[in-house]
């Protein structure tokens, strides 16, 4: 079956606009987690979703930043007024299970802040 | 949080050696997960193993969570298997899932 999707690959923002990454977890998964990885660093977690409640945002680095799951399958994390410390790999993963259980990485969406 | 700490750092092998990274965590965890991380940045699912030993062909993990730390054997190195390897814990706590804490890494290159 198909893995995580993730979209765009990549993104080149300037410095002030929004942007919006969408996530496609494995179907029937019920968790879905968002990770930001800088370069030469481990991913960092960002908010977790159990099917459309977003159920813990601590990881997320400001007000700016964003996430939903509407549905409780794909899920959006959008970057208001982006900086360049944004600049980053958004990584989105999901899980089969609620509470435990191997979490399936997507390829990352790689943005770029001018 | 739970502090995760991987050794060594960076380990370059000529192709054909053997390997043993390792894995300390701060606190008792629901899930321990390694990774390979490619050069194209995918993370590649290695071994799902909160406590025990698996194997998958040429690699093999331990837990041993009572200690908490983990190892991930490889043998008989290719040059496929350069990049860099994760290792990423949830700690263990009631109030349900929780996001993954990564270590720093293992910057492995394999020399042909």
């Known amino acids: 079956g198909a893995g995580v999707s993730q979209s765009p690959r990549y993104k080149v923002a300037k410095r002030g606009q929004d942007v919006a990454l969408r996530c496609d977890p494995i179907?029937?998964?019920?968790?879905l987690f968002w990770y930001q990885q800088a370069l030469g660093q481990g991913p960092e977690f960002l908010t977790y979703f159990q099917n459309e409640a977003q159920l813990d945002k601590s990881g997320l680095p400001s007000d700016r930043f964003f996430a939903e799951r509407p549905e409780g399958s794909v899920s959006t994390l959008k970057i208001q007024r982006t900086q360049q410390e944004d600049s980053a790999v958004y990584l989105c993963a999901s899980s089969l299970e609620e509470d435990r259980g191997t979490q399936y990485f997507g390829p990352g969406t790689r943005l770029l802040v001018l | 949080g739970i502090q995760v700490e991987q050794s060594p750092p960076d380990l370059i092998l000529q192709e054909g050696a053997n390997s043993t990274l390792r894995c300390n965590f701060s606190d008792s965890v629901n899930n321990l997960q390694w990774f390979h991380q490619n050069p194209w940045g995918q993370l590649i699912n290695l071994f799902y193993?909160?406590?025990g030993t698996k194997q998958n062909g040429r690699l093999s993990a331990t837990t041993v969570a009572t200690e908490r730390y983990s190892l991930l054997y490889i043998s008989s190195s290719q040059t496929t298997d350069s990049g860099v390897y994760f290792c990423a814990v949830v700690r263990r706590w009631m109030g349900g899932a929780d996001g993954l804490t990564f270590g720093k890494g293992t910057h492995l290159i394999i020399q042909p």
């Open positions: 193993i909160p406590s």
């Open positions: 179907s029937g998964h019920v968790s």
